[in-house]
């Protein structure tokens, strides 16, 4: 392990942390950037194991709120349902995502064409629904019913395919089915920790033979800067979206997807 494999690992980490909570793909990201820089990590599991400091970075900005729930849930009902809620909405993926694991690592994460059409095609759904005149029934987290939660969750599922964005998915998914857009965006980040966390576990299950002290420490390396660049997201991410709604974000992605197909075609 190089000097060059820590920096590698430091900047995909910072890009992890950047892009996890904004509707862009931070796996096709990451994937995308680690092939033009070089980097390869075993069982492509840096790439979803660094996900664990966006969480923890979850944990820190809503820290309070977090601690509430978790105080108040043996006597209030509203407590018990907002984490009901959030469960059910991570269902979905739960099991799509045991099932299907090994075709997403092994298949979709080692086709780069899939991950920048996606990125493409994300990014012209995101922009038209951004600006379609939507009339939001749903402003509180707390108060979105179990049926919302549930749909949310199997928008969720198509970010399986790498480039397709987990929070865009659930973005997508939420404000077509009534949410405004801050409480969109707020529920992809509840919905993210038992989402991140699961994927975390099942994929430190399937390849704990594999990985050494190396991989572990560019794992490290990448985990610590995502959650240093993921806390300044989180914070800052709902005030951004109430503004200006999620068009930047669609022609990011456009641009990004774009680049990517004319350097891969460059390339072959």
């Known amino acids: 392990m190089g000097e060059q494999t820590i920096i590698g690992a430091l900047l995909l980490g910072l890009l992890e942390g950047l892009t996890e909570f904004i509707p862009v793909s931070s796996t ?23 996900q664990v400091g966006a969480i923890l970075a979850i944990l820190t900005v809503y820290f309070h709120r977090l601690w509430w729930l978790a105080r108040s849930l043996p006597t209030s009902d509203e407590s018990r349902r907002f984490v009901a809620i959030v469960l059910l909405g991570f269902l979905p993926a739960a099991g799509i995502g045991f099932l299907a694991h090994d075709f997403i690592k092994t298949v979709l994460f080692e086709t780069p064409v899939v991950i920048c059409v996606s990125l493409i095609v994300g990014g012209f759904i ?33 970010a399986m395919v790498p480039g397709t964005s987990r929070s865009g998915a659930t973005i997508v998914g ?29 994929d430190l299950i399937k390849n704990r033979d594999i990985l050494n002290a190396d991989d572990f420490t560019i794992i490290a390396v990448g985990f610590l800067a995502a959650f240093v660049s993921a806390v300044v997201v989180v914070r800052s991410l709902l005030d951004f979206v109430s503004r200006h709604g999620y068009a930047p974000f669609a022609y990011w992605r456009i641009f990004v997807g774009t680049v990517g197909l004319a350097a891969l075609w460059w390339a072959a």
């Open 126 to 158: 995101l922009l038209w629904v951004d600006r379609m005149a939507l009339t939001p029934r749903y402003t509180d987290v707390a108060q979105f019913p179990a049926s919302l939660a549930l749909k949310i969750g199997f928008f969720q599922c198509l």
């Open 28 to 50: 096709g990201h990451l994937l995308l950037a680690g092939r033009a820089i070089g980097f390869s990590s075993t069982g492509n599991s840096f790439e979803v194991l660094i």
């Open 174 to 202: 939420a404000l077509l089915n009534g949410a405004d857009k801050r409480s969109a965006a707020e529920f992809s980040f509840f919905l993210a920790m038992p989402t991140m966390a699961g994927a975390f576990t099942l």
